[in-house]
């Protein structure tokens, strides 16, 4: 079974709470910026239910070059990881 699409997502949404589907595409929008700002200036935003967007601060370490075999050396650096909520593992699997 091939997986939704993002215009099947906003159809569906839009059928279920009954709104236009140009409202669900800006609160989709609305929500996915809101998301960004917020962890960009908390650290963190939570999807009740879903799980919860981070900011990670990740050490320089030393890597390997995997085509020449060289040590070198990674830089610090800041990422963004999804941590899925208890809710959502326990439906899905």
Avoid: H
Wanted: aromatic share 4%; proline share 4%; glycine share 6%.
């Amino acid at each position: 079974m091939p997986k939704m699409t993002k215009s099947q997502m906003l159809t569906t949404l839009s059928e279920k709470c009954e709104m236009s589907k140009k409202d669900v595409t800006t609160l989709i929008e609305e929500l996915t910026e809101l998301a960004y700002k917020e962890v960009k200036k908390n650290g963190e935003f939570t999807l009740p239910g879903i799980g919860k967007l981070v900011k990670v601060a990740r050490k320089a370490r030393m890597g390997r070059n995997p085509a020449t075999g060289e040590t070198i050396k990674i830089p610090a650096k800041t990422v963004v990881k999804f941590r899925v909520a208890k809710a959502a593992k326990e439906a899905v699997l």
